[in-house]
């Protein structure tokens, strides 16, 4: 059975802006394949529009409904999206693009910080004509730029879901805290190694490394309660660990994965209305291997569906395995008062 925990917050009342996605048309109870079922189209055709002396490749698919706005983690193109997209076109308007100098995109204004790629991304949609509030997914390092949007544009959001979102100071203070030995040795010296390979590249994401640093204050002055929906996904499979865990022991991996959950159901506490789900049996590419769960979530959050008003059955789509931590008022979080390792 799936398990639904909560979290302390204050007693706000839910309060919806008078343009967030509440307002959109209630679709209703979902149709049998909603989640799990058959995929919509998807145009292979890519476009191109200036922002303002540069171009961004982007697709826009779906014709009505809210308009979901993806951001792409690293280096990963726009399509590593699709199996997720393809569930939510005949729901949504779905937009998926590349970052300045990413995929056909052209080189943008330097240097390459998050506040630079979220005045992109609001250029590439007010070149578009396309309204708020936006629903933002993002992954991965695209999850700094999607925080920093949302500090620069906060009245046109309604929602946000981060998946597996990670940081440099997250990474460290987790080797400093809980490795030692050889093993606290090895991390360190293997995001040294990673971090300085990184930022030598001349290409658009080594410009964004080279500017992490001026990225990751911005995200720390971008902290403050939100009035919207705010997911923060986390993926556990310790029979599968990511690439830089294969030099720690079993119980270091599972440590790990006990602290990054920890460190994400800090970063729901940042809204009002934030939830931690816990995406067991996944991997960091969470939307490729769960695409029903992401689908799931932006549905729910765009007020398409509800966990808390949704038949069993839609309920039942979803992984066994899932645990989803709410932020309402009145309750004690499990694990005590979750803080974000780096303070």
């Known amino acids: 059975m799936r398990r639904v925990t909560t979290l302390r917050a204050p007693s706000p009342l839910r309060r919806l802006r008078g343009l967030c996605l509440a307002a959109l048309t209630l679709m209703g109870s979902p149709t049998p394949g909603l989640l799990m079922g058959q995929p919509g189209p998807i145009l292979a055709q890519s476009s191109m529009v200036d922002v303002g002396g540069y ?13 979901v706005v993806f951001l792409n983690g690293g280096t990963a193109p ?15 308007r779905v937009l998926t693009y590349e970052r300045a100098g990413h995929g056909r995109s052209e080189m943008g204004r330097e240097p390459r910080h998050a506040a630079n790629v979220a005045d992109e991304l609001m250029a590439l ?17 695209g999850c700094l730029h999607a925080r920093v ?9 309604g929602g946000v879901l981060l998946i597996e979102p990670g940081d440099k100071p997250f990474l460290d203070a987790f080797g400093t805290m809980h490795l030692t030995g ?11 190694r990673t971090w300085r390979r990184l930022a030598q590249g001349d290409d658009a994401y080594g410009l964004e490394v080279q500017a992490k640093g001026e990225t ?19 993926a556990v499979d310790p029979s599968r660990p990511d690439w830089f865990l294969s030099g720690l022991s079993p119980a270091s991996i599972e440590e790990f994965y006990r602290q990054k959950e920890v460190f994400h159901r800090a970063l729901a506490r940042a809204s009002l209305e934030g939830r931690q789900v816990t ?25 398409l569906v509800g966990f808390q008003s949704a038949p069993l059955s839609v309920l039942e789509q979803l992984p066994e395995s899932i645990d989803i931590r709410r932020r309402d008022h009145g309750d004690d979080p499990i694990e005590g008062h979750a803080q974000p390792l780096e303070g």
């Open 78 to 92: 726009m399509d590593y999206w699709s199996p997720v997209v393809s569930r939510l076109t005949d729901h949504a």
């Open 125 to 141: 949609l007010s070149a578009l004509r396309l309204p708020g509030p936006y629903y933002l997914v993002a992954h991965s390092a």
């Open 149 to 157: 949007f949302v500090s620069r544009f906060p009245e046109s959001v």
């Open 279 to 303: 995406a067991r049996g996944a991997t960091h590419v969470v939307h490729e291997e769960q695409p029903e769960l992401i689908s799931a979530l932006i549905l729910e959050c765009a007020r």
């Open 182 to 192: 050889a093993e606290g040795r090895h991390w360190a010296d293997l995001w040294d």
């Open 55 to 67: 171009r961004l490749e982007y697709r826009l698919r779906g014709t009505s409904g809210p308009l």
């Open 216 to 234: 990751l204050r911005q995200v720390q002055e971008s902290i403050h309660p939100l009035e919207v929906p705010l997911t923060v996904v986390s």
